[in-house]
């Protein structure tokens, strides 16, 4: 009986952690308001001819973020895409990059590109995923 007990503890105890990794996708804001934020570290993208066209923000219950994002190359060559291009606002005020590509991402000129990003994990939801064109 207190081995079938002990299972059960950890079997809900596994099953548990592993529902807090699952991600949910975000509310979205129906009205595009601007946050205006203190950005005392002076921590702004890398000046870029890229733009977000669309993101869906995630999250889990363990606090990761990530970001579904469509990015497009305004430019008139073709130019790669870094995680220095892109930076995400989180709910504290607090902006961050992606965590790193291994490689720079070749865009087309006019190309359209549609990407998973991870911005690690915090305690507060992100608000805002935009490059240098989005500010």
């Known amino acids: 009986m207190k081995r079938t007990l002990l299972f059960f503890s950890a079997l809900f105890a596994t099953s ?7 991600l ?5 804001m129906l009205s595009g308001s601007a ?12 000046q870029s001819q890229f733009s977000i066209v669309h993101s869906v923000l995630m999250s889990s219950e363990s606090g990761r973020r990530l970001a579904v994002v469509t990015i497009e190359n305004k430019a008139s060559g073709s130019r790669i895409l870094q995680a220095d291009h892109i930076m995400a606002l989180f709910a504290d005020g ?3 990059h992606p965590l790193s590509f291994d490689e720079g991402i070749k865009l087309d ?3 359209k590109r549609s990407l998973t990003l991870s911005f690690g994990e915090n305690e507060y939801p992100i608000l805002a995923v935009y490059t240098s064109l989005n500010e």
């Not at 548990?16 to 699952?22: E, G, I, L, P, R």
């Not at 946050?35 to 890398?46: G, I, V």
């Open 16 to 22: 548990t952690q592993a529902n807090t990794d699952v």
């Open 24 to 28: 949910s996708v975000d509310p979205v």
């Open 94 to 96: 607090r902006r961050v």
């Open 109 to 111: 000129d006019g190309e």
């Open 35 to 46: 946050f205006s934020f203190e950005n005392d570290a002076k921590r702004y993208p890398k």
